[in-house]
């Protein structure tokens, strides 16, 4: 047979079919017969198109300009540097550099003609969110380091770049009275008491709440390791599990490895915990209120109880009193206001 089509070649197998083949170079594509027909002129066509390119992130990454910023980050992302950081901080972190080189101002830039000026202007325009806006300029701030380490660049421009004022207390510390409202919403038995309960009685961020389950009862005491920095720095902590807390744990469904789970009784993620808590507190009328500001919460419930800088960071496990102090200012200052009362008020006859 004769075949006006280029590539294309008789096979016989040795049940003596004639099988339809399209070969090139070495591509050997099988084609349904016979000649001519619609289903053989469609795997023609398609075969003689050739495989197409697969154009994937990694070679993207592959291709970008050598002085470019987002070759800059992609050093960064294979350094021992980045490697020391755990998995949270390595996500938010390459989500901001992610954005800030691929910023319309940024894609064509040549990362060693970043001057602090062009830092600043985009600063600016974040204004509104003064806390995302001092997020970014502090991980530039370590891109740019890592940089200077590395030999890469002889100046950190980042490190001139003024943060913006934001709330210097941070997220809202919850009230009594606040605390009061969200329980009569939510009681006993419900995950959202259950939540609360862990927050508030145990000091710990979500990350960690999510995961504490029976495996972390040892004797009556909570023993585990902090999730945040438990790949550099890790904190082990023990911490008793006081009779209300034990009380609202057993008055509540728990799962087998975790005692907060989701309507489908799996494991709350930690996005997933901070989205759901964050509509009981809408359903409470609290708004203002988050999971975080019952860590606040909890250690100026500490520092109102007299105890010392020391004992409250053995419950939350932070490693400096910095830290500590700023979250129980307002306590201590009530707790100190009425011991010189109280001193004032002795001394009268």
Known sequence: MNFRLKYVVEDTDRHGNVRLYFRRGGQKIRLRGPVGSPEFLTDYRRAAAGPKEVKDKKDRVGRVKADSL????????KSAMWAELDGKTQKTRRGILERFAQHKDNADKPYRLMLARHIRKRRDEMMETPEAANSMVK??????RFAVTYDLAETNPA?????LKSNPDGYHSWTLAEIEQFETKHPVGTTARLALALALYTGQRRSDLVLFGKQHVQKGWLVFTQQKGKGRNPVRLEIPIVPDLQRIIDASTTGDLA????????????????NRFRK????????HCSVHGLRKAAAARLAELGCTEFEIMAITGHQTSKEVTRYTKAASQRVRAEAASAKIGGGRK
């Open 70 to 77: 987002q070759w800059l980050c992609n050093q960064y992302y």
């Open 139 to 144: 991980t530039l701030r370590q891109l740019f």
């Open 280 to 287: 009981w507190c809408d359903d409470a009328g609290l708004p």
């Open 259 to 274: 005692f907060l789970v989701n309507g489908y009784g799996r494991p709350f993620t930690n996005a997933g915990f901070g």
């Open 159 to 163: 490190k001139d770049v003024e943060l």
